[in-house]
């Protein structure tokens, strides 16, 4: 299986310790992240960089690390055709698969131990797609996604990361 990894800084450690993991199953691993953890990268740059090679079909999973797992995940998201999952436990990495067919599993380096994330991986790794009524939903996200991203003459506002004027100060 070709598999795309990245992380931040922040999740630089245990990256190293999945790619290593992955390695050892005889996966084939490409690092889009870090290859020193004393650099610094946003998180951003290395999850769309995942995301955006899965979705032109050149890797069939991608990993992505930083100190929650939640930035990756929203990053990941963000690229049409892409379904990422943060999972800290082995039975929502299993169902993230299983049920939704997530292609990028995110992690957060602050939240979990290396020794529990290999498991999980492992729990991703080894599930499959179920069909059945879980493709029927997996579609209805597909057409949805295809809906909010067509040309409709929709632009974000420039300035969302500002709070309200009530909420200021």
């Known amino acids: ?49 995942v995301a955006e090679e899965i979705a032109k079909g050149k890797f069939e999973r991608g990993i992505l690390i930083c100190g929650t797992g939640i930035g990756m995940t929203i990053t990941a998201d963000k690229v049409p055709g892409i379904r990422a ?28 131990g290396s020794e529990l994330a290999k498991h999980i991986v492992r729990a991703w790794l080894d599930a499959t797609f ?10 209805k996200i597909m057409d949805g996604e295809r809906r909010h991203h067509a040309t409709d003459g929709y632009q974000p506002e420039t300035n969302s990361c500002s709070l309200p004027q009530n909420q200021k100060g």
Do not use: W
Not at 89 to 110: F, H, I
Not at 130 to 139: E, F, H, L, T
């Open 1 to 49: 299986m070709k598999i795309a990894i990245g992380a931040d800084e922040a999740g630089f450690t245990l990256k190293e310790c999945i790619k290593a993991f992955l390695q050892d199953q005889q996966a084939d691993v490409t690092d889009f992240g870090l290859m020193d953890g004393t650099q610094a990268i946003d998180y951003p740059d290395v999850g769309f960089a």
């Open 85 to 112: 999952a943060l999972c800290h436990d082995t039975y929502s990495a299993e169902r993230a698969v299983r049920s939704n067919n997530a292609q990028v599993l995110t992690m957060g380096a602050r939240v979990i």
């Open 130 to 139: 179920d069909q059945g009524n879980s493709a029927r939903k997996v579609q």
